[in-house]
């Protein structure tokens, strides 16, 4: 009987996080935000196909011009609905499968954060899911606000575990959780503030000055694992002008095209023929047979760093000649082949070095500290010796 009475929340969570994943999937306003979501998956999934990782620049979404989706908005729920994908090769189970779990999650970690307050948990986490969809509803990425609302209630938890239980095993989960708000959340310090009050009302409580060390070490190191999303997010903001629907246009684009991308280049002046026109998620290339003096414009957005080269030849290229940031290319008699390739910036290539260290540094802590990390890896060692 008691073990029936544990599962009863976690299937009363399910049957919830099911009559919400219907309700957005049928509610004609509610399913144009799965549609936008699925859009932003392709996306992502392209990225993975590049090698580009993490995944800053999408070639579809813009008006088919590009823009810098995933170095602005909250990647993880993306990066997850790619892991569902790999599995399923299905884009629209891969989005309801991410928008069950954050329904789900939000239902089981609010109803355990509660328990653990000893309040009426189901009646409270059944209102709280409703709070969720509703800010959904006002939220321009529904998505990552639902995972927002359901890694919120398991970052409280986590910082009365390490309350109650002051060791660098439950420190290691609490960073983890902060990790994955970080990723998860628009607007990041607004979603650290709460986290942080309560931690000092816990500190208050308890006058320890262990938790309020390990609470701070497991903040820094969410900052640091998160750092590949959120340093540019922050230092390279004045990159980019939000428009609409979520979108940074990059701060080169003054007027954005009126018309969506029709070719994926246009010849202004000159005679060359163009063929082998290939673009992938942060690149594109194609040859040409210049019979004289050419100026080809490229339907991309200018972002910083994106550089193009001419027979392995790196060329000066130029974007500020026409309201819309899109690069302009000369090209000079004969046959040509052209690549175009966004790099990371030095703040994105240390953000990405410190997100590495940060994750090279927590598994080993975690090898350290789980008994059962620590035998699986002996046993796979023992069988491959």
């Given amino acids: 009987m008691a073990k029936v009475k544990n599962l009863w929340p976690h299937l009363l969570g399910l049957i919830i996080s099911l009559s919400f994943l219907l309700l957005f999937t049928s509610v004609p306003y509610l399913k144009s935000y799965v549609n936008d979501q699925i859009i932003n998956l392709i996306e992502m999934d392209k990225c993975f196909r590049d090698g580009q990782i993490p995944c800053r620049w999408v070639p579809d979404l813009g008006g088919g011009y590009g823009y810098p989706l995933f170095n602005y908005s909250p990647p993880l729920p993306f990066y997850f609905g790619e892991a569902i994908y790999f599995l399923s090769n299905n884009f629209d189970f891969s989005i309801k499968a991410a928008l069950i779990v954050g329904f789900l999650g939000s239902y089981v970690f609010m109803y355990y954060l509660l328990t653990y307050w000893r309040l009426k948990a189901n009646l409270l986490s059944f209102i709280y899911v409703l709070l969720s969809l509703y800010i959904v509803t006002l939220s321009e990425n529904s998505l990552g606000q639902i995972w927002q609302m359901m890694l919120l209630p398991l970052c409280f938890l986590n910082i009365n575990v390490l309350s109650k239980k002051l060791n660098l095993r439950n420190t290691l989960v609490a960073s983890l959780s902060f990790t994955l708000l970080i990723l ?27 938790f309020l060390f390990l609470c ?82 490229l339907s991309t957005y200018y972002f910083p760093n994106w550089k193009i080269f001419v027979d392995g030849k790196e060329v000066n290229f130029e974007y500020k000649n026409n309201s819309s940031g899109l690069m302009n290319l000369i090209l000079g008699k004969g046959d040509h082949v052209v690549e175009a390739r966004l790099y990371d910036t030095p703040i994105r290539s240390m953000s990405n070095a410190i997100t590495l260290g940060a994750a090279f540094v927590t598994l080993l802590l975690f090898i350290i500290q789980f008994p059962l990390v620590r035998g699986w890896i002996s046993y796979y060692r023992k069988r491959i010796d």
């Fill in 184 to 210: 998860s959340a628009n607007f990041i310090f607004i979603s650290l503030a709460p986290i942080s009050i309560w931690i000092i009302y816990r500190y208050l409580k308890r006058r320890s000055s262990n």
């Fill in 216 to 297: 701070l070490a497991s903040v820094l190191l969410a900052l640091m694992l998160s750092a590949f999303y959120l340093i540019p997010n922050l230092l390279e903001k004045s990159l980019v002008h939000k428009v609409y629907n979520f979108q940074y246009i990059p701060q080169s684009t003054n007027e954005i095209p009126k018309q969506e991308v029709l070719q994926k280049y246009q010849i202004l002046t000159g005679d060359s023929d163009i063929f082998n026109f290939k673009q992938g998620s942060n690149w594109l290339k194609f040859a040409t047979k210049t019979r004289e003096h050419t100026i080809i414009r």
